[in-house]
Protein backbone atom coordinates (compact mmCIF):
# COMPACT_ATOMS: atom_id res chain seq x y z
CA UNK A 1 0.00 0.00 0.00
CA UNK A 2 1.36 3.24 -1.40
CA UNK A 3 2.16 6.08 1.70
CA UNK A 4 -0.59 9.49 1.33
CA UNK A 5 0.83 12.54 0.79
CA UNK A 6 -0.13 15.12 3.09
CA UNK A 7 -1.36 18.55 2.30
CA UNK A 8 -0.24 21.69 3.39
CA UNK A 9 -3.48 23.31 3.68
CA UNK A 10 -4.79 23.76 7.52
CA UNK A 11 -1.43 24.05 8.93
CA UNK A 12 -0.56 27.72 9.16
CA UNK A 13 2.48 28.54 7.39
CA UNK A 14 4.54 25.66 7.34
CA UNK A 15 8.03 27.27 6.00
CA UNK A 16 7.95 30.38 8.08
CA UNK A 17 7.34 27.68 11.38
CA UNK A 18 10.45 25.43 10.35
CA UNK A 19 12.37 28.40 10.66
CA UNK A 20 11.47 29.36 13.32
CA UNK A 21 12.61 26.09 15.05
CA UNK A 22 16.44 24.39 15.03
CA UNK A 23 16.85 22.08 12.62
CA UNK A 24 19.72 19.79 14.18
CA UNK A 25 18.52 15.96 14.80
CA UNK A 26 18.61 16.55 18.55
CA UNK A 27 16.06 19.79 17.97
CA UNK A 28 14.11 18.17 16.08
CA UNK A 29 13.66 14.95 18.46
CA UNK A 30 12.74 17.58 21.16
CA UNK A 31 10.04 19.33 18.84
CA UNK A 32 8.48 15.69 18.79
CA UNK A 33 6.94 16.45 22.33
CA UNK A 34 5.79 19.74 20.87
CA UNK A 35 2.56 20.88 21.90
CA UNK A 36 1.53 22.20 18.47
CA UNK A 37 0.46 19.16 15.61
CA UNK A 38 2.26 21.21 12.85
CA UNK A 39 5.54 21.41 14.92
CA UNK A 40 6.00 17.88 16.06
CA UNK A 41 4.68 16.76 11.93
CA UNK A 42 7.13 18.65 10.41
CA UNK A 43 9.97 17.70 12.83
CA UNK A 44 8.61 14.10 11.88
CA UNK A 45 9.58 14.60 8.43
CA UNK A 46 12.86 15.78 8.90
CA UNK A 47 14.01 12.95 11.08
CA UNK A 48 13.44 10.80 8.25
CA UNK A 49 16.89 11.66 6.99
CA UNK A 50 18.37 10.22 10.23
CA UNK A 51 18.55 6.75 10.85
CA UNK A 52 19.76 7.59 14.27
CA UNK A 53 16.44 8.91 15.29
CA UNK A 54 14.39 5.50 14.51
CA UNK A 55 13.76 5.00 18.52
CA UNK A 56 12.65 8.73 18.99
CA UNK A 57 10.39 8.37 16.19
CA UNK A 58 8.94 5.20 17.53
CA UNK A 59 8.48 6.32 20.58
CA UNK A 60 6.34 9.20 19.72
CA UNK A 61 4.17 7.17 17.60
CA UNK A 62 3.35 4.95 20.61
CA UNK A 63 1.80 8.21 21.46
CA UNK A 64 0.32 10.37 19.05
CA UNK A 65 -2.88 10.97 18.88
CA UNK A 66 -3.01 13.67 15.81
CA UNK A 67 -3.69 12.02 12.11
CA UNK A 68 -1.52 14.01 10.06
CA UNK A 69 1.31 13.83 12.76
CA UNK A 70 1.00 10.08 13.15
CA UNK A 71 0.80 9.51 9.44
CA UNK A 72 4.52 11.76 8.88
CA UNK A 73 6.08 9.76 11.80
CA UNK A 74 4.77 6.19 9.94
CA UNK A 75 5.88 7.79 6.82
CA UNK A 76 9.88 8.56 8.61
CA UNK A 77 9.67 5.44 10.24
CA UNK A 78 9.14 3.77 6.71
CA UNK A 79 11.82 5.73 5.09
CA UNK A 80 14.68 4.93 7.88
CA UNK A 81 13.64 1.29 7.20
CA UNK A 82 15.77 -1.77 8.35
CA UNK A 83 15.53 -4.22 11.72
CA UNK A 84 15.30 -1.73 14.12
CA UNK A 85 12.44 -0.14 12.97
CA UNK A 86 10.58 -3.84 12.43
CA UNK A 87 11.71 -4.68 16.15
CA UNK A 88 9.86 -1.24 17.63
CA UNK A 89 7.09 -1.65 15.23
CA UNK A 90 5.75 -4.93 15.55
CA UNK A 91 4.69 -4.19 19.53
CA UNK A 92 2.41 -1.92 18.23
CA UNK A 93 0.33 -4.81 16.10
CA UNK A 94 -1.33 -5.06 19.47
CA UNK A 95 -2.35 -1.71 19.96
CA UNK A 96 -6.24 -1.25 20.80
CA UNK A 97 -6.01 1.29 18.40
CA UNK A 98 -6.83 0.15 14.87
CA UNK A 99 -5.49 3.51 13.24
CA UNK A 100 -2.28 2.66 14.55
CA UNK A 101 -2.40 -0.77 13.69
CA UNK A 102 -3.10 -0.27 10.32
CA UNK A 103 -0.14 2.41 9.56
CA UNK A 104 2.11 0.28 11.38
CA UNK A 105 0.81 -3.14 8.95
CA UNK A 106 1.54 -0.56 6.07
CA UNK A 107 5.02 0.46 6.82
CA UNK A 108 5.64 -3.22 7.40
CA UNK A 109 4.75 -4.46 4.27
CA UNK A 110 7.14 -2.31 2.88
CA UNK A 111 10.19 -3.57 4.69
CA UNK A 112 9.74 -7.51 3.55
CA UNK A 113 13.72 -7.91 4.15
CA UNK A 114 13.39 -6.63 8.05
CA UNK A 115 10.10 -8.49 8.66
CA UNK A 116 10.74 -12.01 6.67
CA UNK A 117 13.01 -12.90 9.34
CA UNK A 118 10.43 -11.97 11.84
CA UNK A 119 7.27 -13.84 10.44
CA UNK A 120 7.68 -17.50 11.59
CA UNK A 121 7.52 -16.13 15.06
CA UNK A 122 4.52 -13.19 14.44
CA UNK A 123 2.56 -16.10 12.63
CA UNK A 124 2.79 -18.45 15.64
CA UNK A 125 1.99 -15.58 18.26
CA UNK A 126 0.12 -17.25 21.11
CA UNK A 127 -2.55 -14.00 20.28
CA UNK A 128 -4.92 -14.99 17.07
CA UNK A 129 -5.16 -10.98 16.50
CA UNK A 130 -1.76 -11.04 16.33
CA UNK A 131 -1.89 -13.85 13.80
CA UNK A 132 -4.26 -12.19 11.63
CA UNK A 133 -2.34 -9.07 11.61
CA UNK A 134 0.68 -11.28 10.54
CA UNK A 135 -1.31 -12.45 7.67
CA UNK A 136 -2.58 -9.14 6.64
CA UNK A 137 0.73 -8.08 6.66
CA UNK A 138 1.35 -11.44 3.73
CA UNK A 139 -1.39 -9.58 1.82
CA UNK A 140 0.96 -6.90 0.41
CA UNK A 141 4.87 -7.94 1.46
CA UNK A 142 6.56 -8.19 -1.45
CA UNK A 143 8.18 -11.67 -0.61
CA UNK A 144 8.74 -14.99 -2.69
CA UNK A 145 7.95 -17.02 0.53
CA UNK A 146 4.73 -15.84 1.53
CA UNK A 147 2.24 -17.91 -0.03
CA UNK A 148 4.56 -21.36 1.34
CA UNK A 149 4.30 -19.30 4.80
CA UNK A 150 0.22 -18.79 5.03
CA UNK A 151 -0.03 -22.72 3.15
CA UNK A 152 2.06 -23.61 6.44
CA UNK A 153 -0.31 -21.84 8.60
CA UNK A 154 -3.41 -23.31 7.38
CA UNK A 155 -1.95 -26.84 8.21
CA UNK A 156 -1.90 -25.98 12.20
CA UNK A 157 -3.99 -23.06 12.40
CA UNK A 158 -7.20 -23.53 14.66
CA UNK A 159 -8.58 -20.47 14.70
CA UNK A 160 -11.14 -19.52 12.01
CA UNK A 161 -10.49 -15.75 11.21
CA UNK A 162 -6.52 -16.49 11.38
CA UNK A 163 -7.63 -19.12 9.15
CA UNK A 164 -10.13 -16.86 7.21
CA UNK A 165 -7.90 -14.57 6.29
CA UNK A 166 -5.19 -16.56 5.30
CA UNK A 167 -7.35 -18.28 2.74
CA UNK A 168 -8.53 -15.23 1.69
CA UNK A 169 -4.48 -13.60 0.97
CA UNK A 170 -4.00 -16.87 -0.60
CA UNK A 171 -7.07 -16.60 -3.00
CA UNK A 172 -5.33 -13.09 -4.21
CA UNK A 173 -1.38 -14.52 -3.69
CA UNK A 174 -1.57 -18.28 -4.01
CA UNK A 175 -0.30 -20.89 -6.36
CA UNK A 176 -1.07 -24.37 -7.41
CA UNK A 177 1.56 -25.09 -4.86
CA UNK A 178 -1.01 -24.40 -2.41
CA UNK A 179 -3.85 -25.96 -3.82
CA UNK A 180 -3.42 -29.23 -1.17
CA UNK A 181 -3.29 -26.82 1.42
CA UNK A 182 -6.46 -24.95 0.83
CA UNK A 183 -8.53 -28.23 0.09
CA UNK A 184 -7.11 -30.00 3.14
CA UNK A 185 -8.04 -26.72 5.48
CA UNK A 186 -11.48 -26.72 3.54
CA UNK A 187 -11.86 -30.44 4.46
CA UNK A 188 -10.82 -29.63 8.28
CA UNK A 189 -13.38 -26.83 8.65
CA UNK A 190 -16.24 -28.62 7.06
CA UNK A 191 -19.06 -27.48 9.75
CA UNK A 192 -17.96 -23.82 9.16
CA UNK A 193 -19.52 -22.16 6.61
CA UNK A 194 -17.50 -18.71 5.66
CA UNK A 195 -14.04 -21.56 5.35
CA UNK A 196 -16.03 -23.50 3.31
CA UNK A 197 -16.98 -20.74 1.02
CA UNK A 198 -13.74 -18.49 0.84
CA UNK A 199 -12.04 -21.98 0.26
CA UNK A 200 -14.05 -22.57 -2.84
CA UNK A 201 -13.48 -19.13 -3.75
CA UNK A 202 -9.54 -19.39 -3.31
CA UNK A 203 -9.34 -22.40 -5.52
CA UNK A 204 -11.20 -21.57 -8.26
CA UNK A 205 -9.48 -18.78 -8.63
CA UNK A 206 -6.02 -20.16 -8.44
CA UNK A 207 -7.33 -22.52 -10.43
CA UNK A 208 -8.95 -20.61 -13.50
CA UNK A 209 -5.81 -18.92 -13.15
CA UNK A 210 -3.95 -21.66 -14.17
CA UNK A 211 -6.34 -22.30 -17.15
CA UNK B 1 -35.41 -3.34 -2.16
CA UNK B 2 -33.10 -2.52 0.43
CA UNK B 3 -29.42 -0.88 -0.74
CA UNK B 4 -26.48 -1.93 1.40
CA UNK B 5 -22.35 -1.29 1.79
CA UNK B 6 -20.37 -4.21 2.30
CA UNK B 7 -16.87 -2.50 3.20
CA UNK B 8 -14.05 -4.96 4.40
CA UNK B 9 -10.52 -5.35 2.91
CA UNK B 10 -10.99 -9.11 2.30
CA UNK B 11 -12.49 -9.74 -1.09
CA UNK B 12 -13.84 -13.76 0.04
CA UNK B 13 -15.69 -11.98 3.01
CA UNK B 14 -17.35 -9.43 1.10
CA UNK B 15 -18.12 -12.34 -1.67
CA UNK B 16 -19.60 -14.27 1.30
CA UNK B 17 -21.56 -11.35 3.02
CA UNK B 18 -22.91 -10.31 -0.53
CA UNK B 19 -24.37 -13.95 -1.55
CA UNK B 20 -26.14 -13.78 1.91
CA UNK B 21 -27.53 -10.19 1.98
CA UNK B 22 -28.49 -10.41 -2.01
CA UNK B 23 -30.24 -13.68 -0.81
CA UNK B 24 -32.62 -11.56 0.65
CA UNK B 25 -33.18 -9.59 -2.32
CA UNK B 26 -31.38 -6.43 -1.62
CA UNK B 27 -29.16 -4.47 -3.78
CA UNK B 28 -25.39 -4.61 -2.39
CA UNK B 29 -22.08 -2.25 -3.22
CA UNK B 30 -18.76 -3.31 -1.82
CA UNK B 31 -15.90 -1.00 -1.14
CA UNK B 32 -12.54 -2.25 -0.19
CA UNK B 33 -11.72 0.37 2.57
CA UNK B 34 -13.51 3.76 4.32
CA UNK B 35 -12.11 5.99 2.14
CA UNK B 36 -13.63 4.14 -1.34
CA UNK B 37 -17.11 3.54 0.98
CA UNK B 38 -17.44 7.25 1.72
CA UNK B 39 -16.23 8.34 -2.03
CA UNK B 40 -19.05 5.13 -3.46
CA UNK B 41 -21.56 6.82 -0.83
CA UNK B 42 -21.90 10.28 -2.23
CA UNK B 43 -24.91 11.11 -3.73
CA UNK B 44 -27.09 8.10 -2.86
CA UNK B 45 -29.39 6.73 -0.33
CA UNK B 46 -28.17 4.15 2.03
CA UNK B 47 -30.37 1.53 4.15
CA UNK B 48 -27.50 -0.10 5.89
CA UNK B 49 -23.73 -0.29 6.17
CA UNK B 50 -21.79 -3.51 7.22
CA UNK B 51 -18.79 -2.67 8.38
CA UNK B 52 -14.72 -3.68 8.73
CA UNK B 53 -12.66 -2.54 11.51
CA UNK B 54 -9.29 -3.07 10.56
CA UNK B 55 -8.81 -2.01 7.05
CA UNK B 56 -6.29 0.03 5.37
CA UNK B 57 -6.74 3.30 4.32
CA UNK B 58 -9.57 4.22 7.01
CA UNK B 59 -10.62 1.66 9.48
CA UNK B 60 -13.70 1.12 10.35
CA UNK B 61 -14.70 3.24 13.43
CA UNK B 62 -13.18 5.86 11.25
CA UNK B 63 -15.66 5.38 8.93
CA UNK B 64 -18.13 5.22 10.96
CA UNK B 65 -17.58 8.67 12.87
CA UNK B 66 -17.06 10.29 9.45
CA UNK B 67 -20.11 8.85 8.53
CA UNK B 68 -21.86 10.29 12.01
CA UNK B 69 -20.20 13.81 11.93
CA UNK B 70 -21.51 14.55 8.12
CA UNK B 71 -25.40 15.18 6.91
CA UNK B 72 -25.88 12.42 4.14
CA UNK B 73 -25.17 9.24 6.18
CA UNK B 74 -25.79 9.97 9.50
CA UNK B 75 -28.81 8.10 10.28
CA UNK B 76 -28.06 5.10 7.99
CA UNK B 77 -27.89 2.03 10.31
CA UNK B 78 -23.96 0.51 10.79
CA UNK B 79 -23.24 -3.09 11.50
CA UNK B 80 -19.63 -3.51 12.47
CA UNK B 81 -18.28 -6.67 11.33
CA UNK B 82 -15.30 -7.63 13.24
CA UNK B 83 -12.48 -10.93 14.11
CA UNK B 84 -12.24 -8.87 17.19
CA UNK B 85 -14.72 -9.66 19.87
CA UNK B 86 -13.18 -8.36 23.12
CA UNK B 87 -15.52 -5.78 25.16
CA UNK B 88 -13.08 -3.19 24.00
CA UNK B 89 -13.71 -3.30 20.64
CA UNK B 90 -17.60 -3.17 21.07
CA UNK B 91 -17.31 -0.28 22.85
CA UNK B 92 -15.03 1.58 20.43
CA UNK B 93 -17.95 0.61 18.01
CA UNK B 94 -20.53 1.87 20.14
CA UNK B 95 -18.56 4.93 20.84
CA UNK B 96 -17.88 5.34 16.83
CA UNK B 97 -21.79 4.90 16.42
CA UNK B 98 -22.38 1.77 15.26
CA UNK B 99 -25.64 0.55 15.63
CA UNK B 100 -24.63 -3.61 16.37
CA UNK B 101 -21.65 -5.32 16.59
CA UNK B 102 -20.96 -8.83 15.20
CA UNK B 103 -18.15 -11.15 15.40
CA UNK B 104 -16.29 -12.97 12.09
CA UNK B 105 -17.38 -15.70 11.22
CA UNK B 106 -20.53 -14.75 10.85
CA UNK B 107 -23.61 -17.27 10.92
CA UNK B 108 -25.60 -17.00 7.83
CA UNK B 109 -28.69 -16.82 9.66
CA UNK B 110 -26.82 -14.35 12.35
CA UNK B 111 -26.28 -11.68 9.34
CA UNK B 112 -29.24 -11.90 7.51
CA UNK B 113 -31.36 -11.82 10.96
CA UNK B 114 -29.60 -8.50 11.44
CA UNK B 115 -29.68 -7.05 8.22
CA UNK B 116 -33.45 -8.13 8.63
CA UNK B 117 -33.87 -6.14 11.73
CA UNK B 118 -32.01 -2.84 10.32
CA UNK B 119 -33.29 -2.86 6.32
CA UNK B 120 -36.10 -5.08 6.02
CA UNK B 121 -36.48 -7.37 3.62
CA UNK B 122 -37.20 -6.97 -0.10
CA UNK B 123 -40.84 -7.08 -0.96
CA UNK B 124 -41.90 -6.28 2.67
Given amino acids: ?211 | MARIMIVDDAATVRMYHRELVEALGHQVVEAENGIEALEKALGATWDLFLVDVNMPKMDGYRLVREMRSGEDLREVPVVMVSTEAKARDKEQAWAAGANHYLVKPVRPEALQAVVRALAGEAGA
Avoid at chain 1, 6 to 34: F, I, K, T, W, Y
Avoid at chain 1, 45 to 58: S, T, V
Avoid at chain 1, 92 to 97: A, G, N, P, T, Y
Avoid at chain 1, 147 to 164: D, S
Fill in chain 1, 1 to 211: MGLVKRQESGQGAPERERRRHGRAPEDLVRQLADPDPAVRRWAARDLAAHPGAADALADALEGERDPAVRQALLDALAAIGGEAVAERLIPLLRSEDAGLRNGVIEVLQGMPEAVAPRMARLLEDEDPDVRIFAVDICRSLPHPDTPRWLAGLLGRERHVNVVGTAIDVLAEIGGPEELPALRAVAERFADEPFVAFSAKVAIRRIEEGRA
